[in-house]
């Protein structure tokens, strides 16, 4: 047979795969729930600028029509935006006025919550007859107060604020509300903490007025196993007097931490023995951006599925009364547990040759099956397989995934290394598991190797690895990121004067650092980076108000080594030609720090592109946003390493001398 394979340059390959692709094949979809018989989910309409419409599997109808978009704006990362009750009844906060409505059958919804309050919700619970929800309060000055609340189902508060029942207030942050038998157990943390630093595991009595007065903490808060801090997350009841949560107490004095699985048994005093359930070198657990969310589930017949994570996630099957466990097999190395029904689990993730989506997994029949998403009409002969790589750091082994350039029709020329885009996860708690991914492809079908870094403060393997960062970030990540890119070129992988380094917000952060401490990158992007410590913590949000303390350190003893860090801080080192990428409306990484960014660079004659997105926030949920973005930086990469891009639109680069990347 005839070799239709054809040779060109690194970067410059032909590839069936568009920016237009991303953007509407790779749909961003967020909670999804059985309703009834039907499985319903949310998703991102990047069509109609992001909005988070509710769907069903039955028919493929959307629940909730636009204009409504169901999006919480608590902690302004959100999660819990709606419920539904079996009879198909829907519950959600309106993206817009962030008030909670009802929707039944095909009515108009009604609000439950009253407007201009400067009140939100999130983490919405029905249950118990009743909705539960953490609430969000903005007042005129001060930091927001945040409370567990039940609102009327009648309708009564949307006129009468007073009529929302506070049940349990005065933690500076609270989550997963937990009601059962009188009871209830809900997660608490305060400044300046993270809930993946020390969070507590509360229960009390619910009094005759629906208020929580006096409670019992079960487990998590500040150095309460031996001195260590010990973060407590997804409480649910297994029975009136049985409550299974999860939590990183070392499982010896100074030995490893990690989230596992617990039982804590209480007593009508209060009181509770707590026990592990599924004690194992693995994380049952993560950091909580997104309220509710949840690694493990009970099924009816009380045996409990559960993830656990280990650079890659696998799902497990643990009988509470034997302890015995199982593996359950899926496709997946990265997953979340959505919702059970009966033996019965809607999981969330994707493979290393399996695309994100919703999955349906009945753990009797052993079937597994997408609902929405994990299927794409590309031949997979275009998708890279990842490759996982760890490389020796300054402070230890740094994780990370190489994906090839991957094109079935194309070859580079004999002797080249390629160009590699080195990624750069945000959090910086988040972690990657080498999964399939139409993002990724886009580069690597065009001839462009990806190598996606678990630098220290990933999660996914243990408390230590993600405390590697702490006092250290803008240095331990640069550190490792750096390391991990040189590993690549050393082996022989990627060519060494061709490495990229892009990243998103607390990434972006890693990048600016990058470009401006090392000579390892000749370019960078920065999507939504953080540029000046001093100014995120001048102008960020409450939730993160008091991160920078632990990764940096605490105001104002910290002031100078903030300045030290910050790129912007230094401008005579930033010397490599970066594109700046930023939403108008973020409130979390504002438009004034990428503007400053800007503004260096031109004074220092780098080459630089600054591209605003008009009513994009933190992360680019709109259609015309995602395709720019993506076009942009392969036009970007083009003119700055080396090689043509015929098929992207031209990007204009200040001070850059030849441009290339033009039609």
Known sequence: MEDMTQTLPFGSWPSPIAASDIAGNSPRLGDARFVGGDV??????????????????SDGASVLPAPWSARSRVHEYGGGAWTAADD?????????DQRVYLRTADAEPI??????????????????????????????????????????????????????????????FVAYPAPRAGRLAWIAWDHPDMPWDAAELRVGRIESDGRVRRWTTLAGGRGVADGQDVSALQPEWA?????????DPPAAPGGPARWNLRRARLDAAGGAVVEPLLPADADTGGPLWNLGTRWYARLEDGRIAAVQTNGRDRLVLVDPGT??????????????VKDVAGARLLLSGAGPRTPGGIWLLDVDARTFAPVRGGETDLDPAWMPEALPLSFPGPRGDVHSFAYPPTNPLTTGPEGDLPPYLVLVHGGPTAHVSGDLSLAVAYFTSRGIGVLDVNYGGSTGYGRAYRERLKGGWGVVDVEDVAAAARGIAEAGIADPARLAVR????GGWTVLCAIADTDVFSAGISRYGVAD?????????????????????????AEELYARRSPLSRPEALRTPLLILQGADDPVVPPSQSEALGDALAANGVPHAYLLFE??????????????????????????????????????????SDPRGTV
């Open 615 to 656: 009513g994009e926030a933190h992360g680019f949920r709109g259609r015309e946003a995602i395709i720019r973005s993506f076009e942009a930086e392969v036009a970007f990469l083009g003119a700055v390493l080396g090689f043509e891009t015929p098929v992207v639109p031209p990007l204009e680069i200040e001070g850059l």
């Open 239 to 247: 029975a009136d007097d049985e409550l299974l949560f999860v939590a």
């Open 88 to 96: 198909g009844a829907l519950l959600f906060v309106e993206q817009s």
């Open 503 to 506: 990243g998103g917000s607390a």
């Open 323 to 336: 302890r015995a466990v199982t593996e359950l097999e899926t496709p997946l190395g990265q997953m979340l």
């Open 40 to 57: 319903w989910w949310a998703e991102g309409v990047a069509a109609e600028r992001g909005r988070t419409a509710v769907l069903r599997a």
């Open 111 to 172: 609000p439950l919550t009253p407007a201009g309050t400067g009140m939100a919700f999130g983490d919405l619970v029905l249950a118990e007859g009743r909705l539960w929800a953490v609430r969000e309060t903005q007042g005129a000055t001060g930091a927001p107060r945040r409370d567990i609340v039940v609102i009327p189902l009648d309708g009564s508060a949307a006129e009468d604020a007073s009529a929302i029942v506070s049940v349990v207030a005065g933690s500076d």
């Open 533 to 557: 410590l001093r100014m995120l913590v001048a102008e960020t949000h409450d939730f993160e108000a008091r991160y920078i303390d632990g990764l940096v350190g605490p105001l104002p003893e």
